[in-house]
């Protein structure tokens, strides 16, 4: 079980490194106007998202092994909402890669300004997250 958490904990990293800096990206995307900083900025975009897919693929992956190793977490109402912000964070996700790809088409609609109060979403989940799973409230 140990080794299910410890590499649970290592892609729950990977991907919010990824969750953290691609929305910045973003920032610099809206704010770039050359054609050389534009293609940089997709290219970059793309692979990031590929990484921080991957990182939440296996942090989903592990974290489900550890619930079918020890069915009865899910009992507990702290796993419970711990998973209910999982969703949301998975709901982050997506909408990150629909904001990539309107980037990519050259359709933004949004200020850099909103991709800074955008790029805090993550933070506060994280925060959510961590308090839940540590001192399982209730």
Known sequence: MLWLKA??????VTW?????????????HAITTDAPGLERLQVMERRLFGIMTLGAALATLFGAMMIV?????????WLQAKLGLVAALIGYHVWCYKLMLNLRAGHNCRSQ?????????????????VLLAVLKPF
């Open 113 to 129: 300004r909103w991709y800074r109060w955008f790029n805090e979403i993550p933070g506060l989940l994280l925060i959510a997250i």
């Open 16 to 28: 919010f490194a990824g969750l953290f800096y691609l929305p910045r990206l973003y920032v610099y």
């Open 7 to 12: 590499f649970h904990i290592i892609f729950v």
């Open 69 to 77: 190793a020890v069915p009865t977490y899910l009992d507990s109402a």
